[in-house]
């Protein structure tokens, strides 16, 4: 495993980031990481980035799906929480 954190925010709110280094990539994507970054509260997701089997790179915000042009882990980390920072201003 990469990058394993996860962070509970003062409104209840998670933040939850796992990467892992694969020998392959795995089908539907074209490099060697699996990872699932998500942002929401316990049983609701609000923005959530995953590359699933079969399914590539995509992300998920609110209800809405739409593919992810992977490129490095640390561009992946800098979308998802810039996504993460919109949503959270909306709040205010």
């Keep these: 495993m990469l990058r394993r954190s996860k962070t509970m925010l003062s409104d209840g709110a998670i933040v939850e ?3 892992w280094k ?3 990539p795995l089908l539907g994507s074209q490099h060697s990481y699996k990872y699932s970054l ?3 509260y316990p049983g609701k997701r609000v923005v959530g980035y995953d590359n699933e ?3 590539g790179d995509h992300k ?3 209800d809405h ?3 992810y042009d992977f490129t490095t882990i640390r561009k992946l980390i800098a979308d998802f929480l810039r ?3 919109i949503r959270r201003q909306r709040r205010q």
Excluded: A, S
């Design 83 to 85: 996504d993460v920072e």
């Design 22 to 24: 694969l020998p392959q």
């Design 65 to 67: 799906e739409e593919p």
């Design 60 to 62: 998920h915000l609110k």
């Design 38 to 40: 998500f942002y929401g």
């Design 53 to 55: 089997r079969g399914k």
């Design 17 to 19: 980031i796992v990467i």
